[in-house]
Nanobody
Framework: QVQLVESGGDSVQAGGSLRLSCAVS????????MGWFRQAPGKEREGVAC???????LISDSVKGRFTISRDNAKNTLYLQMNNLKPEDTAMYYC???????????????????WGQGTQVTVSS
């Protein structure tokens, strides 16, 4: 059974930084694409970034230049480094895992069948 557990969410002031982590278990993590998504109250879930099994990444325009996605296959862990945080980054952040090996990643929520419970990020001005 695939399990994803996010951590690292916190309350920070605008301009601050956070690093989110997502620990993955239950399958051969290194061969699957992974993604980070976020959802603010009253808004749809938004794709933030993704990374495929070869380390190629896609970053949403809304966070490009501020957020970086990475993975450590030895630790079965996905990361999201968030710098220069803005109040509009406030949301619940989720990691997601693909179910098809070697597939290119996307930032489309419907392409990911496995999800974590989320970690809250709050940015105050």
């Amino acid at each position: 059974q695939v399990q994803l557990v996010e951590s690292g969410g916190d309350s920070v002031q605008a301009g601050g930084s956070l690093r989110l982590s997502c620990a993955v278990s239950g399958y051969i993590y290194s061969t699957y694409s992974m993604g980070w998504f976020r959802q603010a109250p009253g808004k749809e879930r938004e794709g933030v970034a993704c990374i495929d099994s070869n380390g190629r990444t896609l970053i949403s325009d809304s966070v490009k230049g501020r957020f970086t996605i990475s993975r450590d296959n030895a630790k079965n862990t996905l990361y999201l480094q968030m710098n220069n945080l803005k109040p509009e980054d406030t949301a619940m952040y989720y990691c997601a895992a693909d179910s098809a090996r070697w597939r290119s990643c996307t930032v489309v929520a419907g392409d990911y069948p496995f999800w974590g419970q989320g970690t809250q990020v709050t940015v105050s001005s």
